[in-house]
């Protein structure tokens, strides 16, 4: 039976292993997938984390989608780019690096019909799913593209990126604000990265949280009368990829359908 799994600091939240279980269901694979807190140091020396545990491929969230790069023997085009890694290949114990996030972002995006081409775009967070996120965007002609981050510096990037803090997202209006930090994810449900005034000043709020499947950011967007989306299709369709990835097949838009409502009565 192929092992498969998700690491990360810490996975309360986590629907991975709901979705990536029903998505071997659907297609009768006797296959596992279990989730793994792990720490910094076992992040560092992943290889051997995956050969002791027999792991065929795995799955990477917050903190370690940066951490994990150094140990692996191959990363793909898209992932240099990025500059984070979200899932894992091992193929006789050679390590292969995959970015099967920005998939997800854009999927999203696409299925809600979020046109951004010469538009004005936000982004909380300067973490490994903002990289993706970042390059999406950047891939589909965003105008502008403002990066918000706590520890703002007053260069802006290589690729003409501006780099701003917090007190400086006051003054930008613009199409779409994405928040791809951590806030407002399970158990703290209570916070939002940002309030009503930052938030009006946007058409569409797209949250890559998905635990809960509204978020107060969400909650705040919809009272105001704005478009919100959450990070559930972006979770499965990342996550199908790195599937395909895997094991090396290409799911038919039936099993994507039948997985994704399989999933949504499940969560």
Same mark, same amino acid.
């Given at each position: 039976?192929?092992?498969?799994?998700?690491? !990360?600091?810490?996975?309360?939240?986590?629907?991975?292993?709901?979705?990536?279980?029903?998505?071997?269901?659907?297609?009768?694979?006797?296959?596992?997938?279990?989730?793994?807190?792990?720490?910094?140091?076992?992040?560092?020396?992943?290889? =051997?984390?995956?050969?002791?545990?027999e792991l065929d491929?795995?799955?990477?969230?917050?903190?370690y989608k940066e951490?994990?790069?150094?140990?692996?023997?191959?990363?793909?085009?898209?992932?240099?780019?990025?500059?984070?890694?979200?899932?894992? /290949?091992?193929?006789?114990?050679?390590?292969? !690096?995959?970015?099967?996030?920005?998939?997800?972002?854009?999927?999203?995006?696409? =299925?809600?019909?979020?046109?951004?081409?010469?538009?004005?775009?936000?982004?909380?967070?300067?973490?490994?799913?903002?990289?993706?996120?970042?390059?999406?965007?950047?891939?589909?002609?965003?105008?502008?593209?403002?990066?918000?981050?706590?520890?703002?510096?007053?260069?802006?990037?290589?690729? !003409?990126?501006?780099?701003?803090?917090?007190?400086?997202?006051?003054?930008?209006?613009?199409?779409?604000?994405?928040?791809?930090?951590?806030?407002?994810?399970?158990?703290?449900?209570?916070? =939002?990265?940002? !309030?009503?005034?930052?938030?009006?000043?946007?058409?569409?709020?797209?949250?890559?949280?998905?635990?809960?499947?509204?978020?107060?950011?969400?909650?705040?967007?919809?009272?105001?009368?704005?478009?919100?989306?959450?990070?559930?299709?972006?979770?499965?369709?990342?996550?199908?990829? =790195?599937?395909?990835?895997?094991?090396?097949?290409?799911?038919?838009?039936?099993?994507?359908?039948?997985?994704?409502?399989?999933?949504? /009565?499940?969560?």
């Amino acid at each position: 039976m192929k092992k498969f799994g998700l690491i !990360g600091e810490k996975l309360p939240h986590s629907f991975s292993k709901i979705l990536h279980n029903i998505a071997f269901e659907v297609l009768d694979l006797d296959y596992g997938y279990d989730l793994y807190e792990i720490d910094l140091n076992t992040a560092k020396d992943i290889k =051997s984390f995956m050969i002791e545990n027999e792991l065929d491929g795995i799955n990477v969230t917050i903190p370690y989608k940066e951490t994990v790069m150094k140990s692996l023997d191959n990363i793909s085009e898209e992932a240099e780019k990025i500059g984070a890694v979200n899932t894992i /290949k091992n193929v006789g114990g050679k390590l292969y !690096g995959y970015n099967t996030d920005y998939y997800g972002f854009l999927y999203t995006l696409n =299925s809600n019909n979020i046109n951004i081409d010469n538009k004005t775009v936000v982004i909380l967070g300067s973490g490994g799913a903002s990289k993706a996120v970042v390059e999406c965007v950047k891939d589909l002609k965003a105008k502008s593209i403002y990066l918000v981050s706590r520890n703002k510096t007053d260069k802006k990037s290589k690729d !003409g990126i501006a780099l701003i803090d917090y007190n400086d997202l006051k003054d930008i209006r613009g199409e779409v604000l994405i928040n791809t930090t951590p806030v407002g994810m399970y158990p703290k449900t209570g916070f =939002s990265p940002v !309030g009503k005034d930052i938030i009006s000043n946007f058409n569409n709020v797209v949250d890559v949280v998905y635990n809960p499947l509204e978020t107060k950011l969400m909650k705040i967007a919809d009272s105001l009368g704005k478009k919100s989306f959450s990070g559930l299709t972006m979770l499965i369709m990342q996550g199908l990829k =790195s599937e395909e990835i895997w094991n090396d097949f290409k799911f038919t838009e039936e099993e994507i359908n039948i997985i994704v409502n399989k999933v949504k /009565k499940e969560i």
